[in-house]
């Protein structure tokens, strides 16, 4: 066990609607991971946040946002979802900001846009 | 840019036989250098790292990787291999930011 979790475990939903995944990190760890992992683009970064303030930006798409919360969970939002969106979305924590921290993962969420 | 290459999308091994997936790595500065798995409908779990010191890198259950810097190389290595160890293992390298290989499946036959 990781010590992440995530909720829900799966979600169906249809297309042009409006999710919210939640993620709770590891007791201890400040930073907060979101990615996507999809059969035909593998494992892609999202958004980071340290300690509430975003602190990197990858292939987020602006139909996506997420925030970090005082008590350090993270939602990821996504709105206007098309089929493409189907994925797994995971949340890792980690100590520190840096890459030096080894990320420990949630067992995922997996979303389905019909 | 970063990058992170795992040349082989899959991997077959007997049972009992030595593994080796592969992983190169492109960043500049001082890597620092991460291998995970992931078991079906499961989260990347992580097994070893390389920040410095010894070359070679032992893991979570038996595994142990091997750090070549003039090769750019961080192939994840066990001397034997179990029908549990099949899985989907992504190698991660550190530099200004964390980029994952695109994963390697390894199928352990028994």
């Known amino acids: 066990d990781s010590g992440v979790t995530q909720t829900p475990k799966h979600l169906i939903t249809a297309t042009g609607q409006r999710v919210t995944l939640r993620c709770s990190p590891r007791?201890?760890?400040?930073?907060v991971y979101w990615y996507q992992q999809s059969l035909d683009q593998g494992l892609q970064f999202l958004i980071q946040y340290y300690n509430g303030e975003e602190r990197a930006k990858g292939n987020i798409l602006e139909r996506f946002s997420a925030q970090q919360f005082p008590d350090l969970h993270s939602e990821l939002n996504l709105s206007s979802l098309e089929l493409g969106d189907s994925a797994l979305y995971f949340c890792a924590s980690s100590e520190t900001w840096g890459s030096r921290s080894p990320l420990h993962f949630g067992n995922g969420t997996r979303l389905t846009v019909t | 840019a970063q990058s992170v290459a795992q040349p082989e999308d899959q991997v077959n091994v007997a049972e009992g036989n030595p593994l080796t997936v592969k992983c190169t790595y492109s960043?500049?500065?001082?890597?620092?250098l991460f291998w995970y798995v992931q078991y079906p409908n499961r989260g990347l779990q992580f097994l070893l790292k390389y920040i410095t010191g010894d070359n070679l890198v032992k893991g979570s259950y038996g595994f142990e990787a091997e750090f070549n810097k003039s090769q750019t190389s961080f192939h994840l290595k066990k001397p034997s291999a179990l029908v549990s160890d099949s899985a989907l293992y992504f190698c991660?390298?550190?530099?200004?930011?964390?980029?994952f290989g695109t994963g390697t499946r390894l199928a352990v036959r028994p």
């Open positions: 960043v500049s500065g001082n890597p620092y």
């Open positions: 007791s201890g760890d400040l930073s």
């Open positions: 991660a390298a550190g530099g200004d930011k964390l980029t």
